[in-house]
C-alpha cells in the first residue's frame, strides 16, 4: 500500500476507572548471556528485582561512533511469528525476520571496551518500529535501557509484547549515552530566514537508500543538512540516528492558518492557506514544493502581492492550467448540483485565489491552497467518551500538528469537563451539558501499512467485531465504531482494512489527560476498497489489559 495524504477522524472513548492505585513493579531478569545462542522459545521464569531510576550519563569521550554496519544476528526475538504460532507461545510485536542488527560503535562499559549493537525492529502489527542498544563485551550483552525503546514491564515472564528474550542479557536502567539524541530543536542557516525545526528522528539505515549526499545547506553551527523526500532536511546524528527538520513559513500568523498578504490592490489576505500536501489530518510532506519542469517562475506566474517579508506571491498565469481546474474539480465544496452543474462557477472559483506561489528561502517554488479547497472528504464523528467510577473533574487536551478544525465544545487551550460514571459531561466554564467532546484535525506524515486482512464485503462487519474486541474495544464502543464507519464499507466487493497503535496516534494526535492514565489504547483503522482481493498478510494483535484510569480513543481514515 502507498503513501497517501489522508483524512483521518479520531474517535476516542477516555474511560476513568476508580480502581485503587495499582503496585507498579519494575522487573529486571538476570542472566548470563550466551552470544551464539539460537532462536529457542524461552522458558518461562519470574525472576525479578526491583530498580531505582538513578543515572548514568556517559558522555561523548566513551563512546566511539561508526557509520552503521550491517552484522551478524544476536538472536534476541523469536525467529518470526509462524514459529509463536507453532510453539504456542504469547504473540510479540517484533520478530527476527522484521529486524536489523547494526554495529554502530564501541562504548567504554564497566572499564572495558565493548561493541555498540543497535538492533532495529519493524513491529509485526500496531506498534511502529522500536530500537534497542546493547553493550556487547563477547561474553555477555547488557542491554541500555535509557538509550531503547521501551520495554514490556508488566511480563512475568522472559518474553514480553517487546519480543526480546531476557534470558540472553542483563538490564542496565541507569547508563545514558549522553550524545546519542544530540539534536537541536532548531536550525539556521547564514540566510537568517532558513530557520528549520526539529521533526522527529529515525535510524540511518531507514533513510539511506533515499539520502542525498550533496549538502542542502550548512547551518550556522556547522552542520550539514541534507534534502529528505518529505520536502524537509536530515541532519546526521554523531550516532546512528537521522533527525528530520522542516522549514515553516515565517508569514503566516500564530496559529499558521493565514499567510500575512497584502494584494496589489491594497487589500489584506484573510484567507485561511495550507503549504503542505493535505488530505484533511494526514500529510504527505513538510512544504508543497513544486518541480521546476512543472512551473517556471519568469513565464508561468504573475505577481498578486507581497508578504510581510517583502517577498512576492504568485498566481498562475493560464487560468485554464490543468492544476486550477484539478483544484476545482476535486474540491469538496462544490459538489454538484441534482442538475448535475457545480454550485459555485469557475470564475467565482478562480476569484477566491484558490492557489498562490511562493519562493521560499531556500529558492523552491511553494504552492500554497486555499484552505476552501482541500481535497473530498467526509468528517467522521470524533467523539471522546468519560466514564469515572464517580464524578470528578478531567481535563483533556489533544495537538494534532496540522491544527484543529473544529471542536465542541471549542478547544482552546484544553477542555475542562466534570464526568459522571455514565459520560454525562459538563463544561465547567460554561455549565453547559454534552454528551462527548468531539474535534477534527489534521494530523502529521502518515503511511498506510502494507499488513492487514482482504475482507469480502459481506464480511466486514463480523471482522470487525471480532478485531474491534481484539484490540480493546468493549462491545458498546464496537457499536459506536460500526454505526459510523460500516456504512462507508459497502461500496466494493472486498476491502483492504488494517489497524494502527499508540505510536502512530502520538505522533498524528497527540493526547494529554489529566489525571495521568494507567492505561491507554488508541486505535486508528485504515482501510482500501477493493474490485478483486490481493495478497496480503496479516498480523497478531495482543489485547491490552484496562489497569486503574483507563483512556481508550479509536478512529479511522477516510479518502
Same mark, same amino acid.
Given at each position: 500500500?502507498?503513501?497517501?495524504?489522508?483524512?483521518?477522524?479520531?474517535?476516542?472513548?477516555?474511560?476513568?476507572?476508580?480502581?485503587?492505585?495499582?503496585?507498579?513493579?519494575?522487573?529486571?531478569?538476570?542472566?548470563?548471556?550466551? %552470544?551464539?545462542?539460537?532462536?529457542?522459545?524461552?522458558?518461562? =521464569?519470574?525472576?525479578?528485582?526491583?530498580?531505582?531510576?538513578?543515572?548514568?550519563?556517559?558522555?561523548?569521550?566513551?563512546?566511539?561512533?561508526?557509520?552503521?554496519? @550491517?552484522?551478524?544476528?544476536?538472536?534476541?526475538?523469536?525467529? *518470526?511469528?509462524?514459529?509463536?504460532?507453532?510453539?504456542?507461545?504469547?504473540?510479540?510485536?517484533?520478530?527476527?525476520?522484521?529486524?536489523?542488527?547494526?554495529?554502530?560503535?564501541?562504548?567504554?562499559?564497566?572499564?572495558?571496551?565493548?561493541?555498540?549493537?543497535?538492533?532495529?525492529?519493524? =513491529?509485526?502489527? &500496531?506498534?511502529?518500529?522500536?530500537?534497542?542498544?546493547?553493550?556487547?563485551?563477547?561474553? *555477555? $550483552?547488557?542491554f541500555l535501557q535509557k538509550n531503547s525503546s521501551p520495554l514490556d514491564k508488566?511480563?512475568?515472564?522472559?518474553?514480553?509484547?517487546? /519480543?526480546?528474550?531476557?534470558?540472553?542479557?542483563?538490564?542496565?536502567?541507569?547508563?545514558?549515552?549522553?550524545?546519542?539524541?544530540?539534536?537541536?530543536?532548531?536550525?539556521?542557516?547564514?540566510? %537568517?530566514?532558513?530557520?528549520?525545526?526539529?521533526? /522527529?528522528? #529515525?535510524?540511518?539505515?531507514?533513510?539511506?537508500?533515499?539520502?542525498?549526499? #550533496?549538502?542542502?545547506?550548512?547551518?550556522?553551527?556547522?552542520?550539514?543538512?541534507?534534502?529528505?523526500?518529505?520536502?524537509?532536511?536530515?541532519?546526521?546524528?554523531?550516532?546512528?540516528?537521522?533527525?528530520?527538520?522542516?522549514?515553516?513559513?515565517?508569514?503566516?500568523?500564530?496559529?499558521?492558518?493565514?499567510?500575512?498578504?497584502? +494584494?496589489?490592490?491594497?487589500?489584506?489576505?484573510?484567507?485561511?492557506?495550507?503549504?503542505?500536501s493535505m488530505g484533511g489530518c494526514g500529510s504527505s510532506s513538510y512544504l508543497?514544493?513544486?518541480?521546476?519542469?512543472?512551473?517556471?517562475?519568469?513565464?508561468?506566474?504573475?505577481?498578486?502581492?507581497?508578504?510581510?517579508?517583502?517577498?512576492?506571491?504568485?498566481?498562475?498565469?493560464?487560468?485554464?492550467?490543468?492544476?486550477?481546474?484539478?483544484?476545482?474539480?476535486?474540491?469538496?465544496?462544490?459538489?454538484?448540483?441534482? =442538475?448535475?452543474?457545480?454550485?459555485?462557477?469557475?470564475?467565482?472559483?478562480?476569484?477566491?485565489?484558490?492557489?498562490?506561489?511562493?519562493?521560499?528561502?531556500?529558492?523552491?517554488?511553494?504552492?500554497?491552497?486555499? *484552505?476552501?479547497?482541500?481535497?473530498?472528504?467526509?468528517?467522521?464523528?470524533?467523539?471522546?467518551?468519560?466514564?469515572?467510577?464517580? #464524578?470528578?473533574?478531567?481535563?483533556?487536551?489533544?495537538?494534532?500538528? !496540522?491544527?484543529?478544525?473544529?471542536?465542541?465544545?471549542?478547544?482552546?487551550?484544553? +477542555?475542562?469537563?466534570?464526568?459522571?460514571?455514565?459520560?454525562? $459531561?459538563?463544561?465547567?466554564?460554561?455549565?453547559?451539558?454534552?454528551?462527548?467532546?468531539?474535534?477534527?484535525?489534521?494530523?502529521?506524515?502518515?503511511?498506510? %501499512?502494507?499488513?492487514?486482512?482482504?475482507?469480502?464485503?459481506?464480511?466486514?462487519?463480523?471482522?470487525?467485531?471480532?478485531? @474491534?474486541?481484539? &484490540?480493546?474495544?468493549?462491545? *458498546?464502543?464496537?457499536?459506536?465504531? &460500526?454505526?459510523?464507519? +460500516?456504512?462507508?464499507?459497502?461500496?466494493?466487493?472486498?476491502?483492504?482494512?488494517?489497524?494502527?497503535?499508540?505510536?502512530?496516534?502520538?505522533? &498524528?494526535?497527540?493526547?494529554?489527560?489529566?489525571?495521568?492514565?494507567?492505561?491507554?489504547?488508541?486505535?486508528?483503522?485504515?482501510?482500501?476498497?477493493?474490485?478483486?482481493?490481493?495478497a496480503v498478510k496479516g498480523f497478531a494483535i495482543r489485547t491490552p489489559k484496562?489497569?486503574?484510569?483507563?483512556?481508550?480513543?479509536? /478512529? !479511522?481514515?477516510?479518502?
Amino acid at each position: 500500500m502507498s503513501k497517501k495524504t489522508l483524512f483521518i477522524f479520531l474517535i476516542g472513548a477516555l474511560f476513568l476507572s476508580g480502581c485503587a492505585a495499582p503496585v507498579k513493579i519494575q522487573k529486571i531478569i538476570n542472566a548470563v548471556v550466551n %552470544p551464539e545462542a539460537t532462536n529457542q522459545s524461552a522458558v518461562v =521464569s519470574n525472576a525479578t528485582s526491583t530498580y531505582t531510576e538513578a543515572t548514568n550519563v556517559v558522555n561523548a569521550s566513551a563512546v566511539q561512533w561508526q557509520k552503521p554496519v @550491517l552484522t551478524a544476528s544476536l538472536g534476541l526475538l523469536l525467529p *518470526s511469528e509462524d514459529y509463536a504460532t507453532k510453539n504456542h507461545l504469547t504473540y510479540p510485536d517484533y520478530y527476527e525476520d522484521a529486524a536489523n542488527y547494526f554495529l554502530v560503535g564501541t562504548i567504554i562499559y564497566n572499564g572495558e571496551p565493548n561493541k555498540l549493537v543497535m538492533v532495529a525492529a519493524q =513491529s509485526s502489527g &500496531l506498534e511502529g518500529s522500536s530500537r534497542y542498544f546493547f553493550a556487547d563485551n563477547e561474553k *555477555s $550483552l547488557t542491554f541500555l535501557q535509557k538509550n531503547s525503546s521501551p520495554l514490556d514491564k508488566d511480563t512475568t515472564s522472559t518474553l514480553g509484547y517487546d /519480543g526480546l528474550d531476557r534470558t540472553k542479557f542483563t538490564i542496565d536502567v541507569t547508563t545514558d549515552i549522553s550524545d546519542l539524541h544530540n539534536f537541536p530543536d532548531v536550525i539556521s542557516g547564514t540566510n %537568517p530566514r532558513q530557520r528549520v525545526v526539529f521533526k /522527529g528522528e #529515525t535510524e540511518y539505515w531507514v533513510v539511506s537508500t533515499t539520502f542525498n549526499n #550533496t549538502p542542502a545547506f550548512t547551518g550556522t553551527q556547522g552542520r550539514s543538512l541534507y534534502g529528505s523526500i518529505h520536502n524537509g532536511f536530515f541532519l546526521m546524528g554523531d550516532g546512528p540516528l537521522v533527525a528530520e527538520y522542516a522549514l515553516q513559513p515565517d508569514f503566516f500568523d500564530k496559529d499558521n492558518l493565514v499567510p500575512r498578504i497584502t +494584494w496589489a490592490n491594497g487589500e489584506v489576505n484573510k484567507s485561511e492557506y495550507s503549504y503542505v500536501s493535505m488530505g484533511g489530518c494526514g500529510s504527505s510532506s513538510y512544504l508543497k514544493v513544486v518541480d521546476p519542469k512543472d512551473i517556471n517562475v519568469s513565464t508561468d506566474l504573475v505577481v498578486v502581492g507581497k508578504n510581510n517579508q517583502n517577498d512576492l506571491i504568485y498566481e498562475l498565469k493560464d487560468t485554464n492550467s490543468q492544476r486550477l481546474k484539478d483544484v476545482f474539480n476535486n474540491s469538496a465544496i462544490y459538489p454538484t448540483t441534482e =442538475s448535475g452543474k457545480p454550485k459555485l462557477a469557475y470564475e467565482q472559483f478562480l476569484a477566491t485565489r484558490p492557489l498562490l506561489y511562493w519562493v521560499d528561502p531556500f529558492g523552491r517554488l511553494v504552492e500554497l491552497q486555499n *484552505s476552501k479547497f482541500q481535497p473530498q472528504a467526509e468528517c467522521g464523528k470524533p467523539v471522546i467518551y468519560l466514564y469515572p467510577k464517580k #464524578t470528578m473533574d478531567v481535563s483533556v487536551n489533544v495537538k494534532p500538528p !496540522g491544527g484543529l478544525t473544529y471542536s465542541e465544545p471549542e478547544l482552546k487551550d484544553g +477542555w475542562e469537563v466534570e464526568a459522571t460514571p455514565y459520560s454525562n $459531561l459538563t463544561e465547567i466554564k460554561t455549565g453547559r451539558y454534552y454528551p462527548y467532546l468531539f474535534w477534527e484535525g489534521r494530523g502529521d506524515i502518515y503511511e498506510q %501499512p502494507k499488513l492487514g486482512w482482504v475482507v469480502k464485503r459481506s464480511n466486514v462487519k463480523q471482522f470487525l467485531i471480532t478485531k @474491534l474486541a481484539q &484490540l480493546g474495544l468493549k462491545r *458498546s464502543e464496537t457499536n459506536d465504531f &460500526l454505526d459510523f464507519w +460500516w456504512p462507508k464499507m459497502q461500496e466494493k466487493p472486498y476491502y483492504f482494512i488494517t489497524f494502527l497503535g499508540n505510536a502512530t496516534m502520538d505522533k &498524528l494526535a497527540p493526547l494529554t489527560v489529566t489525571p495521568k492514565p494507567d492505561t491507554i489504547i488508541r486505535i486508528l483503522m485504515d482501510f482500501t476498497p477493493l474490485d478483486k482481493p490481493v495478497a496480503v498478510k496479516g498480523f497478531a494483535i495482543r489485547t491490552p489489559k484496562r489497569k486503574g484510569f483507563t483512556v481508550v480513543e479509536w /478512529g !479511522g481514515v477516510v479518502r
